[in-house]
């Protein structure tokens, strides 16, 4: 396995210092990158999140579960779409393992997302069409806390 992948862990404490263009760019190539169900490309959308009074809007109505990270990518998928769900969870971890090689922290979070879905004032500022949903949301940024938790038997495994 590669390193940015053991290295990717839960971030939910980030510094206020701003992720670089460039790096953002690198992660939103990793988005692109992810597979899809059924080659069905126009069932997931992401919505990349830097401004300010956006992140604040969203923190307030999802009760700081975004951790006051300075960028979300916020991932949508058409509703009632079969493999939806699953597209949006490759997307997204290719986003934390790219964050990950470039040393930035990120965590998966799906009740924020889930919040956000009945918010639709904001909905509609983060251009999410009528038709889908926000699956996933991304918190991505320089952590100010790097978790060091042996992961190594956390799950069961069968061999055969």
């Known amino acids: 396995m590669t390193d940015p ?3 990717r862990v839960a971030v939910r404490k980030y510094t206020n ?3 670089a263009q460039d790096d953002i760019e690198k992660l939103i190539n990793a988005f ?3 597979p899809c169900g059924m080659h069905q ?3 997931m959308q992401m919505t990349v999140v830097e401004d300010e009074k956006l992140l604040s ?3 307030q109505v999802t009760s ?3 951790y006051n990270a300075p960028l979300l990518f916020v991932i949508n998928v058409k509703k009632n779409n079969e493999f939806g769900e699953r597209d949006a969870s490759v997307a997204a971890e290719n986003i934390m393992i790219e964050a990950a090689e470039l040393n930035l922290g990120s965590v998966y979070l799906m009740s924020a997302a889930s919040v956000l879905n009945s918010a639709k004032n ?3 500022e983060l251009g999410v ?3 889908f949903e926000t699956c996933v949301i991304v918190a991505c940024g320089h952590a100010s806390e790097h978790p060091n938790d042996d992961r190594s038997t956390r799950y069961k495994v069968i061999r055969k």
């Open 17 to 19: 210092e701003k992720v």
């Open 64 to 66: 700081n579960a975004c």
């Open 32 to 34: 692109q990158a992810a």
């Open 129 to 131: 069409p009528e038709n």
């Open 41 to 43: 490309t126009d069932v």
């Open 122 to 124: 904001l909905e509609e």
């Open 5 to 7: 992948v053991l290295k």
């Open 57 to 59: 809007q969203i923190e």
